[in-house]
């Protein structure tokens, strides 16, 4: 339902831990749902308050949709109905922790159901010309996912368009704690998006990508991240930047799980000619 309703038409695995829906009472058909997750970094709960003393006492209200045949009022008192289940079913659950995408607002929704707000900040995304999806940056970067490889293959290709939007943090208190954040007035009404005329794009995610792409046997990938490297670095950016990428943790448990560590060294050698470098020791 969150894939086909949802403005982002986006899941995660971390998603869904905790699911409540609304139904209609006659049909029994649901007409909308709230998805609690664990947060998108959930070791920083210590960063949030020191009541908190592990991951599992904070949760993500990390999607809402409500079919538009409910009314206005529906999404707050659809809230108010999880936040009390979740305290009796729930108790070990402390907060809940949101963000409003400035794209859509600011958060009216949490106002209106009395959540703390804490602050805003930039949000970078990327949205490919061809198909119109838009990726949050963490894609772009993450080495522990086969995604940077899609990624900075259609950045090196000209297609993605980066821009920013504020990102609202706001949490819940299902339980009495003290925050270490800072509580702040409730923000303006804005709503938007800015595109990035002078965006630097993280080179180093391009290498991530290009040996990831090798190991994976994925060839066509590997000669488009080549060919951008080739024609837009020296050879000093070249070596430096390789041998950086050859030494990423993600990347070497991803080649050791593909190949032994002998053959993933003879591997090594031969990628490096294709560059006309060497790989620098540990």
């Known amino acids: 339902m969150i894939i086909k309703h949802h403005y982002s038409h986006k899941w ?21 749902v709230a998805v609690f997750g664990r947060m998108k ?46 305290r009796s079913d729930y108790p ?10 400035g794209r859509l607002g600011c958060g009216t929704i949490y106002k209106a159901t009395n959540f703390k707000y804490f602050g805003v900040s930039k949000t970078l995304f990327y949205e490919n010309i061809v198909t119109g999806e838009v990726t949050h940056n963490t894609v772009m970067t993450n080495t522990g996912g086969s995604g940077i490889i899609r990624m900075n293959r259609q950045w090196c290709e000209g297609i993605l368009k980066p821009f920013e939007v504020n990102t609202y943090r706001y949490i819940y208190p299902l339980q009495k704690i003290s925050f270490k954040l800072k509580e702040k007035p409730y923000p303006e009404y804005s709503k938007g998006k800015e595109y990035l005329a002078d ?10 990508a ?13 000669e488009v991240l080549k060919h951008w490297i080739l024609n837009h670095q020296t050879q000093e950016e070249i070596q ?12 070497l448990q991803r080649a050791e799980r593909n190949h032994s560590q002998k053959i993933f060294l003879k591997i090594l050698k ?12 540990n």
């Open 12 to 32: 995660n695995e971390n998603f869904g831990i905790i699911n409540f829906g609304i139904f209609n009472e006659n049909s029994e058909k649901c007409l909308g």
């Open 92 to 101: 070990e659950i402390k907060a809940i922790q949101s963000f409003a995408d």
């Open 41 to 86: 970094n959930p070791h920083s709960f210590n960063l949030i308050s020191d009541d908190l003393k592990n991951m599992s006492e904070i949760m993500e209200l990390n999607r809402l949709w409500v079919d538009d045949c409910l009314g206005h009022n529906t999404e707050s008192l659809f809230l108010g109905a999880c936040f009390k289940i979740l």
């Open 199 to 208: 965006y630097k794009h993280n080179v180093r995610c391009v290498y991530r």
């Open 210 to 222: 290009l040996c990831l792409a090798y190991v994976l046997g994925r060839s066509d990938d590997f």
């Open 240 to 251: 430096s930047y390789m041998n950086l990428a050859l030494q990423n943790k993600f990347i």
């Open 270 to 281: 031969k990628f490096s000619k294709s560059f006309h470098f060497h790989i620098m020791p």
